[in-house]
């Protein structure tokens, strides 16, 4: 075999082994979006929106391997209910941080919430999507794991924290309890003084997700709380600031 072919043959294998839309084990990969959050996504969850935009290869390979291959499209690729979670988790939170980095100048999502969240959509397996229909038509309809709310992130401040790794199918369940617990614990989401008990305005919008567990009180307190269950309970106002890093922006 000559060199120049045996170099394009070398090339072709570490095509097939880098490609985002497989696995080692057969299934859908998720290491191209974990490179990326692993690159621009800081301890505290903020995204260095510049650097994406200066490099968008990354996240457009991991929405192109989204794009073309799904649950429903290609059921092979996720055998498990975790499988499929794992790969919705990712696709939101990959398709949110595009959302924003294709708005030079955006200063908050709430600014162009409905297009945002509802008339923007991305491609996924062969399909169309909004952040919206993936959020309350998939997650939560499907899946009804209230746990789910603290590992999707529209890219502010009120969010749970932007994981700066990508869930895994093979350990979602505990990458699921460690942002919850992470969430229910931070004292600028949940906290308790002479008032009552101040919490997030995740658990007003989606109550009814937080039923099974005998409502908001009971689930915090599952994961960490503290609040008295005689507490009178207000909402924290939603912080839609911008997750960027300092100078960042997009």
Not at 4 to 25: D, E, H, K, V
Not at 73 to 79: C, E, K, R, Y
Not at 121 to 138: C, H, P, Q, R, V
């Amino acid at each position: 075999m000559n060199r120049a072919l045996l170099a394009s043959c070398l090339a072709l294998i570490a095509l097939f082994f880098a490609s985002p839309r497989a696995s080692a084990s057969g299934g859908f990969s998720h290491a191209a979006f974990n490179a990326v959050v692993a690159r621009y996504v800081d301890s505290k969850g903020l995204v260095d929106y510049k650097g994406i935009i200066a490099d968008p290869s990354g996240l457009d390979g991991y929405l192109a391997a989204v794009g073309a291959d799904s649950p429903t499209s290609n059921p092979a690729l996720f055998p498990t209910k975790n499988d499929k979670l794992a790969y919705y988790i990712n696709a939101y939170n990959a398709m949110a941080i595009k959302g924003v980095a294709t708005r030079p100048g955006i200063k908050t999502v709430d600014s162009v919430k409905l297009d945002f969240f509802a008339l923007s959509k991305f491609a996924m397996g062969k399909d169309k999507i909004s952040l919206y229909t993936l959020e309350n038509d998939i997650v939560r309809k499907q899946f009804s794991d209230p746990r789910a709310h603290f590992a999707l992130n529209c890219q502010s401040g009120g969010c749970p924290r932007l994981p700066n790794e990508a869930f895994d199918s093979a350990r979602l369940d505990a990458q699921l309890d460690a942002y919850t617990r992470e969430f229910c614990t931070n004292p600028k989401k949940v906290y308790v003084d002479a008032a009552g008990a101040h919490i997030s305005q995740i658990f007003e919008w989606y109550a009814k997700d937080f039923a099974a567990a005998g409502g908001a009180v009971a689930f915090i307190n599952k994961y960490g709380g503290t609040i008295p269950t005689t507490a009178k309970v207000q909402f924290i106002p939603y912080d839609w600031t911008l997750s960027a890093q300092a100078g960042k922006n997009p």
